[in-house]
């Protein structure tokens, strides 16, 4: 049975992504508008951005946000 209103959700707002308005990262389909960093809301591209866990950066705030965060772990 086909479900209506379906299709894959934002990775940010949830809501449906539509073919023109899709961009997808690390497996992970946004809208062209919500896809901007977690911290500084920079818009981003596929040339721009790093991803940790699902959460999109700009390449300066996944370096102090994730790169510098687990390198400071001690074992």
Not at 16 to 28: H, P
Not at 63 to 71: F, G
């Amino acid at each position: 049975m086909p479900q209506w209103g379906g299709g894959e959700k934002c990775g940010i707002c949830a809501k449906t992504v539509y073919a023109q308005e899709k961009i997808e990262a690390g497996s992970v389909a946004f809208h062209k508008q919500c896809f901007k960093c977690s911290v500084c809301n920079m818009t981003l591209n596929r040339q721009n951005y790093a991803q940790a866990d699902k959460v999109v950066f700009c390449k300066k705030h996944y370096q102090s946000q994730v790169v510098a965060k687990n390198s400071q772990i001690v074992s």
